[in-house]
């Protein structure tokens, strides 16, 4: 009788030998090579596609490596909307910038190639010729990017929304009035440190975008009063403002800007020491959704300015005061009665502040909730009383007290015990951890045998 | 111990300020680390004087701060922005300026042009007042001097401007280190690399040198590498002057009689200088008992005058004159052995004299 083969045969003694060996070889082998092996079987090319669509660059090179299959969906452009080379920096080179821009053609949404020194003009010529979606693109700190950059931009990406040329010193206005031309989408622009730009080229921009939002310009010193008035008159519904360090900035330009931009929630003017109290007087005027305002520097500001300024805009939750100098107690005490949402404070150099500032402030509205960082460095009047204070302040993360003379060990202890979370930024050395007991062999890096 | 960003908040801080007063300071010279007992809220960076200073209390949890951030840089952990890497190394060669790996990695700043070269050698002459024998420190001014000179449009005012500074820097070096062998060498290096090849400033330099070394040697009896320089710049001299380069002789400063007319012959010259030598090390020799560097050199100037008086033409030259300055030789060392009262003298003294009789003779022979 001939045993049907799907019963298996009883008693047989199984040879374990060589030849057995080979046999589950052969299986395995015969999985992974058919098509149906189970993962392929299992999941649909869909969603191998939509997983890989979580994956950053490092991992998907790495997926690209283990199939023909996988090769395929894992350069698919569909996973490479957004690409951010930071990590690799000096290693990319105008090639690879190529690469991509072929590879992933009018998928590529968003690229960022900060700190990738060696791009140069040609590779991004390229890149905007064939990556004509690009909404989303980040140079800061290109150093070798020029003009003909934004030329190629202009022509060949008119979808252009964000665009951040931080750093990238050679470039000047005819970068600005081409991408006016071009690129009409434009919300959000970071010409930082770019400082040949001039007002010329700002006037420019503005006439071309009007519907930027974000106007990121700091270290542009030829950034004058007309160029921000005319920035201010065409593009009103600009929310965020930087102009740190463009110093020869007057109480005009602000006036200007607070008259027309009614939605400004940030402003940056640290740096621009020319300002007065009349500025600070038009913007608590007309810019109520004020929410971070950022004068470090602005020395000429006083408490009538900031009064004027806490009465009217409730809304503010980042403040930085650095080198306000002449400012008082009696600011705190304004912005503690006015600013229920103040999150982050800083009154560093502020020399005229004591701890009676500091007792209104811990006892204000905003204190208990949303206080989360205070920069007292550099006011010697500050003690450990200021610190007894603050400890109603539950949800204060950081404070800074870097110089401030009287505060001693003992204060900074009695705040950590009642703020266990908190980090207490002082020039008092860390106390060495005593060394584990036990089991742990004490590691010394071998750097450490010095003096 | 862990090293951990968060343990030592204080330490970004502190960097900026160092890197404060690097560019507020221009003539910055110095740097030490002060030793403190207490530590107050107080920064640890001082600066007076063209002197920079850290208290000791943060220097330990500042390199471990560094340290980590840096081999986390390096080895692609965690990069950073070039400033912030630049910034990171200016603090962590200031507290150990042995470190190869920093200075590597600062030769890549300098090579991708984030750190000026000029920035950094005012930079590295601060690092050589804490640390004035560090090797490193000298072998990476030198390669950043190289690049500097090897560029195509430097000016030839520059790299004067650059020699004097060396020669500037290597003095105060070995004024600070006894013996400091590397700012020898690297005034050696820096002579035979930056200095202008041939002609009238050469020599300018070349007598200044031999001026200088002639000056150092009296003030400094028993710096051996001082010492190994005054020869090298003799030689030197001996091998690149001619004749009527000796002629003008305030310029050895050695207004000792010699037994051989300067004026003759260029062979004749360098017997002269040689001969003046000798007289110079006898008196030292005398005023300053026990040091043993004065005697090599005697022997570097014999073997020198035994060289030039065998392959000389001129008449004058020759082994009689070799021979009555062999004589007076013995005569100052057993002088010598007999009046010391250093019983090491003694020995310096009769090693010499054994020198001179098994050595000296067989060569010359």
């Known amino acids: ?451 | 111990m862990s090293l951990q960003e968060d343990d030592f908040p204080a330490a970004e801080k502190i960097l900026a300020d160092l890197d404060n007063v690097f560019r507020t300071d221009p003539e910055l010279e110095d740097f030490f680390i002060i030793p403190v007992s207490g530590n107050q809220n107080k920064s640890p960076v001082v600066h007076a004087d063209h002197s920079l200073g850290l208290e000791s209390w943060c220097v330990q949890h500042l390199y471990c701060y560094v340290y980590g951030k840096l081999i986390n840089h390096k080895t692609r952990k965690k990069r950073e922005d070039p400033k912030v890497v630049a910034r990171l190394l200016r603090g962590a060669l200031l507290i150990n300026p042995e470190t190869a790996a920093f200075w590597n990695m600062m030769k890549q700043l300098i090579e991708s042009e984030r750190v000026g070269p000029e920035e950094d050698l005012r930079f590295s002459a601060v690092v050589l007042g804490f640390k004035p024998k560090c090797s490193e420190v000298f072998t990476h001014r030198k390669w950043v001097l190289r690049k500097m000179v090897a560029q195509a449009d430097v000016q030839p005012m520059a790299v004067l401007k650059y020699l004097q500074a060396e020669l500037r820097i290597t003095q105060l070096a070995a004024s600070k280190y006894p013996s400091n062998y590397n700012a020898w060498n690297h005034r050696k290096w820096v002579l035979e690399a930056l200095a202008p090849k041939g002609g009238a400033e050469q020599k300018e330099l070349l007598k200044q040198e031999l001026k200088l070394s002639h000056c150092w040697t009296s003030n400094h009896v028993s710096d051996y590498s001082g010492l190994q320089y005054r020869q090298y710049v003799m030689q030197t001299v001996f091998s690149t002057f001619r004749h009527e380069d000796f002629l003008c002789r305030t310029e050895w400063l050695l207004e000792l009689p010699s037994k051989v007319e300067a004026k003759c012959c260029s062979s004749c010259a360098a017997a002269s200088v040689l001969e003046q030598e000798l007289q110079m090390l006898s008196e030292l020799i005398v005023r300053y008992e026990g040091h043993e560097s004065l005697w090599y050199h005697r022997r570097f100037v014999l073997h020198s005058l035994q060289k030039v008086c065998v392959s000389a033409v001129c008449a004058k030259l020759g082994a009689s004159l070799f021979n009555s300055v062999v004589g007076s030789e013995r005569a100052f060392a057993s002088s010598v052995c007999r009046e010391s009262k250093l019983a090491h003298e003694n020995g310096h003294a009769s090693r010499h004299l054994n020198w001179i009789e098994n050595v000296l003779r067989i060569t010359a022979a």
């Open chain 1, 1 to 451: 009788m001939v045993k049907p083969w799907w019963i298996p045969s009883l008693g047989r003694k199984k040879d374990h030998g060589f030849s057995a060996m080979k046999q589950n070889y052969i299986q395995l082998t015969r999985v992974f090579l058919d098509e149906e092996a189970m993962i392929n079987k299992k999941l649909p090319k869909e969603l191998i596609l939509r997983i890989f669509s979580y994956l950053d660059v490092v991992s998907l090179c790495r997926c690209a490596q283990v199939s023909k299959l996988w090769n395929e969906l894992a350069l698919d452009g569909m996973n490479w909307q957004r690409i951010d080379l930071f990590d690799f920096q000096t290693d990319v080179e105008g090639i690879v910038v190529e690469n991509i821009a072929r590879r992933c053609g009018g998928f590529l949404k968003t690229l960022s190639l900060r700190g990738c020194q060696s791009v140069v003009d040609s590779s991004l010529r390229t890149f905007a010729q064939q990556c004509n979606n690009i909404e989303e693109l980040n140079l800061n700190d290109c150093k070798k990017v020029t003009d003909s950059t934004c030329q190629s931009l202009s022509k060949h990406c008119p979808k252009l929304q964000r665009l951040n040329i931080n750093s990238c010193s050679a470039i000047s206005d005819q970068s600005l009035k081409d991408l006016a031309d071009g690129c009409h989408q434009l919300t959000h622009i970071n010409i930082s440190w770019c400082d040949h730009i001039t007002e010329s080229g700002v006037e420019a921009l503005a006439r071309g975008c009007r519907k930027i939002k974000v106007f990121i310009a700091k270290g542009c010193p030829n950034i004058t009063d007309r160029a921000v008035m005319t920035l201010a008159h065409l593009c009103p519904n600009m929310e965020v403002i930087n102009l740190h360090s463009c110093s020869s900035l007057t109480d005009d330009a602000v006036q200007q800007l607070a008259e027309n931009c009614l939605n400004i929630r940030y402003l940056c003017l640290s740096g621009c020491p020319n300002l007065t109290d009349t500025s600070l007087m038009t913007l608590a005027q007309h810019c109520q959704a004020l929410s971070t305002l950022e004068v470090a520097g602005c020395s000429q500001f006083t408490d009538a300015g900031f009064q004027a300024l806490a009465r009217s805009c409730h809304l503010m939750e980042k403040m930085d005061l650095e080198e306000c100098s002449l400012i008082t107690d009696a600011t705190i005490i304004h912005l503690a009665m006015n600013c229920a949402r103040l999150e982050k404070l800083s009154l560093s150099h502020c020399e005229l502040i004591t701890d009676e500032g500091i007792r209104h402030l811990s006892t204000s509205q905003c204190a208990a909730e949303n206080l989360t960082v205070l920069e007292l460095d550099n006011c010697p009047f500050i003690t450990d009383a200021s610190l007894d204070h603050l400890i109603s302040c539950y949800n204060l993360q950081r404070i800074e007290l870097y110089d401030c003379q009287l505060i001693t060990r003992a204060g900074i202890r009695r705040l950590r015990n009642h703020l266990p979370n908190i980090k207490v930024h002082a020039y008092f050395a860390p106390v060495t951890p005593p060394p584990a007991s036990g089991a742990t062999r004490q590691r010394y890096c071998r750097c450490c045998v010095i003096l």
